[in-house]
């Protein structure tokens, strides 16, 4: 009798054994089709359910399988993502990482940034209408288009600027990058509206959109990331530089138009002859520094005049620009020389006061160079006859893009500060006659060239 009820036991143990075994493969064919078989991250937690990486993987996936799908030339605009993308963090996740992993996109953060040129996509309502079926919750930020903006038409047509996707918590933010004249990128703010849903989105966490931005036009890979096929900056250090400096700021349509009204620009053929030798000049000046990797910012009078009147003073006559001394190199005189300009003159050494004068087309183009000490900032000059020095004395700044007659240049950002700073509370009144030893607000004695130094240090050609 006992050996009956023992054989039936062993029966109903191994039944359960079976069903218990059914079960465990069923669950791995299900967990293999909705996981491993999808390439990319596919670890569970201890709890059975998605990581935070897994999730943040999907949302990403997502998106850029519907952006595939309506032909959207999207890429990857993500610093904390794109900073990843070294060639000893792709061999450290080859040896440490035996399976699919999100090791570049998921990066903790609560928002991962896409861009597109906005001109490789034309308005598609089915394309935003499609994400949303596909459970994501939309955002669509708009603003005045810059390149409409002018001296006779300051309204300018709203364009979409940002587009924010949210699905399981995430933010997709797609930055659409608009090309302007002087042939670089531009991609506006984040300005919310009155109605605006203030929660739908981390904005202050937000990479682009704290202001108004410019980039270089980045060549573009597609390449295969976290098992996910997407674009990449072909090189990632360069556009990461570019997206850290990117802040622009607009020309002041509106008040330059009012300074106009007061005082009307000279539209003479000379005046009309100098400003379009300018903008040669300029674009000389920065392909030519840009070449050695040096930085330079409009300066003194030509940077007045985009400030105050969105272009330049025409009776200046010449173009200043400012260099910090820490970005010197002996590289520029021979990059200038072999861009057809020449040589006018060379003041003070590169420990004090340095000053470079070149020529091109009957316009003078003068660099100063700027030392910093302790709080403020400033650049020296030299009377050549007499070997006076002097010394311009300025607040310390940080440097902005800005748009000069259609070419990329830099600007201090605190504008005011600065053009305040050169030439005193009065900046907007034009002056006919002007001394650069003392005329300036903010000019002071700085001694005297030896006389024993000057074969040296005073060099005009």
Known sequence: MRRGVTSCSRSVVLSLLCVISCVYLLFQVFYFRVYVSTPGPHILSRTGHLTASDVQWQTVRSFLLLAQRYELAVFLADPAALSLLTQDALLQRDQLVSEPHCSFLCTGQPITAFALIASQWKYDPAFLLAVEQEGFSVMEIRGADPRLAGMDDLSGEEIPLHFLFRLKGYIIQLVLLYERSGNYLWFGSVRLRGNADRSFAPFKRLDYGRHDGALDRPA????????????????????????????????????????????????????????????????????????????????????????????????????????????????????FRDAGLSLKHRFGKVEDSLELSFLLDEVKLDIFFFYENGDVMWNGGTQARSGRKYKYIFPLFSLCWADLLEVKVRVPCQTLDYVTANYGSSWSVPLATWDWKTSPSNVQDNGVWPVSEWAELIQVY
């Open 220 to 335: 573009l890979v597609l390449t295969v990331i976290d098992g996910l096929s997407l674009r990449v900056p072909r090189n990632v250090s360069s556009f990461l530089s570019d997206q850290r400096h990117a802040h622009f700021l607009e020309c002041r349509y509106r008040d330059a138009r009012n300074f106009l009204q007061r005082f009307p620009d000279d539209v003479s053929p000379v005046a009309v002859g100098f400003r379009g030798k300018v903008k040669s000049l300029l674009r000389v000046a920065s392909q030519t520094l840009r070449r050695i990797n040096v930085p330079f910012w409009i300066s003194s009078g030509t940077c007045l005049g985009w400030f105050r009147q969105c272009s330049v003073i025409s009776y200046s006559r010449d173009v200043d620009i400012g260099v910090f001394v820490s970005d010197y190199s002996d590289d520029i005189i021979p990059a």
